[in-house]
């Protein structure tokens, strides 16, 4: 009876695993907004979710401005990417976040060369790697999640400013939920340093980022919409409207999900049992960069999210 019995249950587990599987693959981004015209800026682009986020918006007709640290690799992205999607307006930009000079430079050369950006996506990240330290002297985890763009957002923000309405994504993670800051030892001079730790304290600075940063951005600015003009032609009226984000800069935060990328490669050496099982066919329930990259998205073009400037997305 067992013989007869295995086919059913070999269906049943298999049926589960399909379910299991389109449960962790998450929402899509249904939006068909298209973003010609647009330029976007994605940090970390080269691989993963990054370059996943990249292709999805070069479809769209978006000028992509790949921001890497390895050129080589972002080159042979970006061509691929030409390739895929048929865009050819996708360039790559040198940038190493954990350099304040590379940061520095990488947004004066954009600031002169860049005529617009419309959504700038602080992706780039890097997970419980050794407690190494910046040429800066910063811990690596927070200069790079968090440091680097917090100083490339705000160096940034004229260009945002001026081609409202515009929107700053941040990449952030689940992790945050167990992070704390310690502004007394942001680089575990004192505290004995760990890895799960200092990128907790990185995604929660993301996170806090984002709302304080919402939060700054709100108040009175003057509306472009040809509706107004076609409403009043009184200039005082409509200099008095106020947009949902004040300046018409938007922030964002995201969980993008648990993603089979090159973020967790360090992960082993730290826990080596949770190293074998992401090594082995649980992967197959983790998310692939397509499915992980499709909150990006969804916070990069869906109409109407500016009255949630600030939120946490998942």
């Known amino acids: 009876p067992s013989i007869h019995l295995l086919p059913l249950i070999c269906f049943r587990v298999t049926g589960g695993v399909v379910v299991l599987r389109k449960w962790i693959a998450g929402g899509v981004c249904t939006c068909l907004v298209r973003l010609d015209g647009k330029t976007v800026l994605i940090t970390g682009a080269n691989t993963g979710i990054g370059k ?16 890497c640290r390895d050129l080589t690799r972002a080159e ?21 976040l954990a350099s304040v ?30 407690k190494w ?51 007394d030892d942001l680089f575990f001079g004192r505290r004995l340093y760990s890895p799960l730790d200092s990128y907790r ?28 003009s076609q409403v009043t032609t009184n200039t005082d009226l409509r200099s008095c409207l106020t947009c949902p984000t004040g300046v018409g800069v938007s922030s964002f ?32 329930l983790m998310k692939t960069p397509h499915q992980g990259c499709q909150t990006s998205v969804y916070c990069a073009v869906t109409p109407g999210l500016e009255a949630r400037s600030g939120r946490y997305f998942r």
Request: with cysteine; proline share 4%.
């Open 52 to 67: 996943e986020t990249s292709r999805e918006l070069a479809q769209r007709g978006a000028r992509v401005v790949m921001a």
């Open 76 to 96: 042979r992205a970006a061509e691929e990417i030409r390739q895929t999607t048929g865009n050819g307006n996708v360039v790559i930009r040198h940038l190493d």
């Open 101 to 130: 000079y590379s940061v520095r430079q990488f947004a004066k050369d954009f600031l002169e060369t860049e005529d617009r950006l419309d959504v700038l996506i602080n992706n780039a990240g890097v997970m419980m790697c050794p």
């Open 133 to 183: 330290l910046t040429e800066d002297g910063f811990e690596t985890q927070l200069a790079v999640n968090h440091l680097g763009h917090f100083l490339l957002t705000n160096l940034l923000l004229p260009k945002l400013k001026s081609s409202t309405p515009s929107r700053v994504v941040n990449v952030s993670s689940i992790a945050h939920r167990g992070g704390r800051i310690d502004f």
């Open 201 to 228: 304290q990185s995604k929660l600075a993301n996170v806090l980022f984002s709302r304080e940063l919402a939060r700054r951005l709100k108040g009175p600015c003057k509306q472009r919409s040809q509706t107004y």
């Open 253 to 284: 935060c995201l969980h993008p999900g648990v993603i089979r990328t090159e973020l967790g490669r360090h992960v082993q050496g730290w826990f080596p049992l949770l190293g074998m099982l992401l090594s082995i066919p649980s992967l197959l």
